[in-house]
């Protein structure tokens, strides 16, 4: 099975911050990641498909990189609205979610 | 526009069953790669089955012959069968159009909440 690790699992930053998030598959999926955002309460959300590709109608702050083993999702500038939950997805092998990472607002 | 009802959650014994079901609109589920996803109260997200184009089904271990995905195409739907159900299977259950499809338009439900509790 293949496993994914994000880091980090908590962050703070300020309105205006880039911000970065990282996830490392245990073997290579290519560029088959996906990037999601999660509210409280609510249905997540997908961002980014094929590890770069924006979905439409998602902020063009948010962008994502990588191939192989070693992804990233950037926010260039953090905004209110940007604080959630963000999860990683391969759909290389299967299908294996990372732990998600907290972004928080200072 | 696309988008994903859930309907079907339920409090259920251990041991019961129970089906979700998925309802598309805005596209067809036939042509597309259709998973269930979970998650646990409190807990992150776990991807629990897939059913291909071709037909093709895969599942998590955890859920491994257990549960059952499948659609209608007429009826432009897509299942989760669930049996012999634990208490560690309480979650909310999200239906998606799953990434391998090809964006955009990636939708997922707003989920239904099945609780195993004796």
């Known amino acids: 099975d293949i496993q994914m690790t994000q880091s980090p699992s908590t962050l703070s930053a300020s309105v205006g911050d880039r911000v970065t998030i990282t996830c490392r598959a245990s073997q290579s999926i290519v560029r088959w990641l996906a990037w999601y955002q999660q509210k409280p309460g609510k249905a997540p959300k997908l961002l980014i498909y094929e590890a770069s590709s924006l979905e439409g109608g998602v902020p063009s702050r948010f962008s994502g990189s990588g191939s192989v083993t070693e992804f990233t999702l950037t926010i260039s500038s953090l905004q209110p609205d940007d604080s959630a939950t963000y999860y990683c997805q391969q759909y290389h092998n299967y299908r294996t979610f990372g732990q998600g990472t907290k972004v928080e607002i200072k | 526009e696309l988008q994903l009802v859930e309907t079907g959650g339920n409090l259920i014994h251990p041991g019961g069953s129970l089906r979700l079901s998925c309802a598309a609109s805005?596209?067809?589920?036939?042509?597309?790669?259709m998973s269930w996803v979970r998650q646990a109260p409190g807990r992150g997200l776990e991807w629990v089955s897939v059913?291909?184009?071709?037909?093709?089904?895969y599942y998590a271990d955890s859920v491994k012959g257990r549960f059952t995905i499948s659609r209608d195409n007429s009826k432009n739907m897509v299942y989760l069968q669930m049996g012999g159900l634990r208490v560690d299977d309480t979650a909310v259950y999200y239906c998606a159009r799953d990434p391998d499809s090809g964006g955009p338009g990636l939708v997922w439900g707003q989920g239904t909440t099945v609780t195993v509790s004796s």
């Open positions: 805005g596209f067809t589920v036939g042509n597309n790669f």
């Open positions: 059913i291909y184009r071709d037909g093709a089904t």
